[in-house]
């Protein structure tokens, strides 16, 4: 056999040749890649324990009471009307006249609601919900309007002796007895059930003493469990809600906001103030106001004037949202991974010092591994503790890790101070939310540029020497 056969055999393997650098940009790209399946599993998996720590809030709510949505009084009074029934009879169109009943609602010309939270924090395993217990009191006066013939009702067909006094509470569960009505200075007997269209339904009602000649002035309070947040539908005239709680982080939504609410680490006062003007609404309809869309974030989406209800929110939320943060952190990974393969990259193609591909794919391993230890920290510890303690483990692992792929101590503490970096800017990022396109931009743009200067002697394409023996 000749030497130049001997020199390809299995025993003896040929030379092998340095990939270009611009295989091993495409190998660090494919690994990069690779790393978006476990990015999103973790996505997953934060996901479900939101989804977890959802059911447990509903659990703890359960016996309790939900988000509430209430309402002031809404006085309706039955009418009579008369209308044409058309009908078709042997071939012949006949007519008769018919009296049917039907509804007038009618809003309070004036209302004042006061409304104090008491908060207090409920757990379940390591999931906590905020409940609050609500004292709401307040007063409305009802006057019979003036102009009922310019909606096509004869004050004389009314019925103020059939008057029914109703009140929304959207989750009757949280009702406590010691509620209490008054009607003109008499106590007023309610009953459950029959409240406005508004909150679906649900609250209570009751039969005042009113013949409609004199103004009605009701008085009420009750006693009201919930959960997170409570919000008020105004109606009709003036509307006036002032809100107190020892709750130190309110958050206000809706179609309406307070007037410079007072905001302290004791707790919070706001007023709401709302005219009749801002509402679009007449004291009297003929049809009753349907619920309005009440969502986690976007409280009033009706449009005024229509048949929606319109209403203002106070929510009592924790100051951090631990998932929210943790999502978003999970969406920079990619920019981690990024820029330490980056630097790794350099090291190869720049300083010579060979980073194969398993050691890109630990690597990025470890980096992913960040995310998870986040989420488990942070549902115990708290965001803050458990990201000094993530970041901690992995920037130290893998600059321990870096010292033997970079083949020196002084290169993995480069690493190391770039992981660090890299992490301070992330919780940076996430606690600056409105600032985080700008400065991920512009660190985008310094990385890009840093790249260009220290490759702009490379030749990408080519091909290095043979390794020597």
Not at 92 to 116: D, F, G
Request: aromatic share 10%; proline share 6%.
């Amino acid at each position: 056999m000749s030497n130049a056969e001997q020199s390809f055999s299995y025993e003896d393997p040929p030379e092998r040749k340095h990939r270009s650098p611009g295989m091993k940009l495409l190998f660090a790209l494919l690994v990069a890649g690779a790393l978006a399946v476990p990015l999103m599993m973790v996505y997953a998996l934060v996901w479900d324990r939101q989804d977890q720590s959802r059911n447990a809030h509903q659990t703890i709510t359960q016996g309790w009471g939900g988000a509430q949505l209430i309402t002031g009084p809404v006085l309706v009074i039955p009418y009579t009307q008369t209308i044409t029934e058309n009908s078709v009879v042997d071939g012949k169109q006949t007519s008769k006249l018919s009296n049917v009943t039907r509804e007038l609602y009618l809003s309070p010309v004036e209302q004042a609601v006061a409304t104090a939270l008491d908060p207090q924090v409920r757990q379940k395993s390591i999931y906590a919900s905020v409940l609050y217990n609500a004292a709401v009191t307040g007063t409305a006066r009802f006057a019979m309007p003036e102009d009922l013939e310019r909606q096509g009702i004869d004050p004389a067909s009314l019925m103020p002796a059939r008057a029914e006094l109703r009140f929304g509470v959207s989750d009757p569960r949280g009702l406590q007895s010691d509620s209490k009505v008054t009607a003109n200075g008499e106590v007023l007997a309610t009953r459950p059930g029959g409240g406005p269209l508004a909150t679906g339904g649900a609250g209570f009602h009751g039969f005042p003493d009113w013949d409609g000649s004199a103004p009605l002035n009701v008085g009420w309070s009750y006693g009201l469990r919930g959960s997170e947040t409570i919000s008020l539908v105004p109606r009709g005239g003036n509307t006036e809600w002032q809100v107190t709680s020892a709750w130190p982080h309110p958050s206000f939504s809706g179609g309406f906001l307070p007037g410079d609410p007072a905001i302290s680490d004791d707790g919070f006062n706001a007023g709401f103030a709302i005219p009749d003007l801002a509402l679009g609404q007449g004291l009297a309809m003929t049809s009753d106001l349907e619920a309005p869309f009440v969502g986690p974030e976007t409280v009033d989406i009706a449009a005024p004037g229509g048949s929606q209800a319109r209403v203002a929110t106070i929510g009592l939320v924790e100051p951090v949202d631990l998932y929210s943060r943790i999502d978003r952190s999970v969406k920079y990974g990619f920019l981690i991974i990024g820029f330490t393969f980056l630097t790794f990259l350099m090291f190869d193609v720049v300083a010579g010092v060979a980073v194969a591909a398993a050691e890109y794919l630990l690597t990025g391993a470890g980096l992913v591994l960040f995310f998870v230890l986040l989420l488990a920290f942070a549902e115990v510890t708290g965001f803050t503790i458990a990201y000094l303690v993530a970041s901690a483990a992995i920037v130290g692992l893998l600059t321990a890790y870096s010292a033997s792929v970079l083949k020196s101590w002084k290169r993995a503490r480069v690493m190391g101070g770039l992981l660090a970096g890299l992490y301070a800017l992330l919780f940076v990022l996430l606690s600056l939310e409105a600032w985080s396109l700008l400065i991920g931009s512009l660190l985008l743009f310094a990385a890009l540029a840093g790249v260009m200067y220290a490759t702009r002697n490379i030749d990408w394409s080519g091909v290095g020497r043979p390794v020597q023996a």
